[in-house]
């Protein structure tokens, strides 16, 4: 967002001052944003300040896993009583 302002000389985020041209590249950015499911980044060259995003955190991880492991826990528990 931050290089979007900084390339069109905004000094702050006012998309009712935005021209049709930078509503424009605003949407592409969203939507890029969206399909990539991670914020964009336009200093990706600069390796120290590349994000990686993750599908999913590690708490949701360890979340489904537990679910998961309970889930056939109670499918083996209810076969051994049948």
């Excluded at 985020?13 to 969206?34: D, K, V």
């Excluded at 399909?35 to 120290?48: G, R």
């Amino acid at each position: 967002m931050q290089a979007f302002l900084d390339k069109h000389q905004l000094p702050d985020f006012n998309p009712a001052a935005f021209s049709s041209h930078q509503c424009e590249e605003m949407i592409g950015l969203i939507r890029r944003s969206s399909e990539d499911q991670k914020l964009v980044n336009h200093d990706e060259d600069s390796p120290a300040r590349v994000q990686h995003s993750q599908t999913l955190s590690t708490g949701v991880r360890y979340g489904l896993l537990a679910a998961g492991v309970m889930i056939i826990v109670a499918v083996v528990a209810g076969a051994v009583m049948f």
